[in-house]
């Protein structure tokens, strides 16, 4: 019995030991996710809703590209219509396109008094254009510029997705840095608290260092409490850009790295001029402008239409065995309108001069942006050279002037000034390489190539 009863309790021991080393693996598998950057760039082409409201503009731009074809088509439409009427000349009329027309009708009892009649009408007509003032030809083209438009609008959305995820990302990474450096000021001040009170305790120092030290662990304590709800921001941040639930939780990879320093600043703003979608949109929807200055002249110019028709006719719905065919040219000529075309053409030239305005002032800010994030990754670049060395000196200054005040050959106020030194050093620096990697896309999406 007491055999089978220590085999019953190793069974329930391993199957407890089993269970519990399966959900710490499942916490630690779902957890959080690894995200690499290029994974998180590819979820947000594929997930992001700005993205997919681009590809349905380009969409509807496809589909005004095929309705501007409808100019050079016939018109092909069949309709039923039903009348009944005791007008005379209806009567007479429906008669006649029946095919039922006989003596007694013209007798004037009958014509100016006849019993009411219905007709049933079936006809179908076409209508081809020949020629309407070149304006189809004008619509169509104004139709492929607005589809090429907005295929740019799509590749410059694209790029602004992919900087907001490089931007989320590198946030999210500077968020987990700045929650290191908090944790290792947090260990530096419980030291500096632990030297005071033995300092204190020994009678070499009064309590005031002691209560200084314990004010200034509260204060890198709070900035520890910043730093994780930092990484919470920071990891909502990024799901928002990556066009998540914001609730889930990534791990990510990588660390911020010094970005190399590009061409000249002229150079990029060239490539800019050359590349930007954003730019070469704007330079189709001018020219779709100068297009519509054309397209409102066209009503200044003749209209030819080639039309023609089958007509059956029948007291009886869909029996209709009177049938006559009519095809005619019909000619059209806006000679006075009332000066609508001529107050179309003036608002189509100012829209013009407008577009060609907003043309150039969109120019001048890519090419301000260029700069902009040129100078920015220039100075942090610089500041990454400045900073390189200062954490070390910052430790070292620091680990100097507490092993003095260990000697009473200093006071704390200079251990304080020390430790505040290295946590600012260590927070420069991660802000200078978090500017730089920052600068370095703003450059590359200044100038169109990100």
Not at 13 to 42: D, K, N, P, R, W
Not at 136 to 149: M, P, S, V
Not at 208 to 214: E, I, M, T
Not at 302 to 314: E, I, T, V, Y
Request: with cysteine; net charge neutral; aromatic share 6%.
């Amino acid at each position: 019995m007491n055999t089978l009863l220590r085999k019953i309790k190793r069974v329930i021991t391993c199957t407890a030991l089993f269970l519990l080393l399966t959900a710490a693996v499942a916490v630690y598998s779902y957890a959080g996710e690894t995200l690499t950057l290029e994974q998180a760039i590819e979820t947000a082409l594929n997930s992001n809703p700005g993205l997919k409201a681009a590809d349905a503009q380009i969409e509807a731009a496809d589909a005004g590209v095929l309705r501007s074809a409808s100019g050079f088509l016939p018109k092909v439409t069949l309709s039923e219509t039903w009348s009944r009427s005791d007008n005379p000349l209806m009567v007479l009329g429906t008669k006649l396109n029946q095919e039922i027309v006989s003596p007694a009708d013209f007798s004037p009892a009958v014509m100016n008094d006849p019993d009411p009649m219905s007709n049933y009408n079936t006809r179908l007509s076409v209508m081809q254009p020949v020629f309407n003032g070149g304006r189809e030809y004008i619509g169509r083209t104004q139709a492929a510029l607005a589809r090429d438009a907005s295929v740019q609008d799509r590749e410059r959305a694209r790029q602004e997705t992919i900087y907001n995820v490089v931007k989320a990302y590198y946030g999210l990474l500077l968020a987990k840095e700045y929650h290191k450096v908090a944790l290792q000021s947090q260990e530096a001040s419980q030291a500096n608290v632990k030297l005071a009170e033995a300092r204190f305790k020994a009678g070499a120092v009064l309590q005031s260092d002691l209560l200084r030290a314990r004010v200034q662990l509260a204060e890198v304590q709070e900035m520890l409490t910043r730093s994780e709800n930092g990484i919470k921001l920071a990891a909502a941040n990024l799901a928002f850009s990556l066009g998540v639930p914001q609730g889930t939780e990534y791990e990510i990879e990588g660390t911020l790295i010094a970005q190399p320093m590009p061409m000249d600043v002229d150079a990029a703003v060239e490539e800019a001029a050359a590349k930007r979608p954003d730019l070469i949109s704007m330079g189709l929807n001018r020219q779709n402008a100068e297009k519509s200055v054309s397209q409102a002249r066209t009503e200044y110019l003749p209209n030819l239409n080639l039309m023609g028709q089958m007509d059956w006719n029948s007291d009886q719905f869909a029996r209709g065995s009177a049938k006559s065919w009519a095809v005619m040219a019909v000619l059209q000529w806006n000679l006075f309108d009332g000066l609508v075309t001529k107050a179309k053409v003036k608002e189509s030239l100012a829209l013009s001069s407008r577009m060609r305005s907003l043309e150039e002032q969109t120019r001048s800010a890519a090419q301000l942006q260029v700069r902009q994030a040129f100078y920015n990754l220039a100075a942090s670049t610089d500041r990454i050279a400045a900073t390189s060395s200062s954490i070390q000196e910052a430790e070292e200054g620091l680990r100097i002037v507490q092993k003095r005040y260990e000697s009473g050959m200093t006071t704390f106020v200079d251990v304080l000034g020390a430790e505040s030194a290295l946590i600012r050093a260590r927070t420069n620096a991660l802000q200078a390489l978090y500017d730089n990697n920052i600068s370095s896309a703003e450059l590359r999406l200044a100038k169109g190539t990100l």
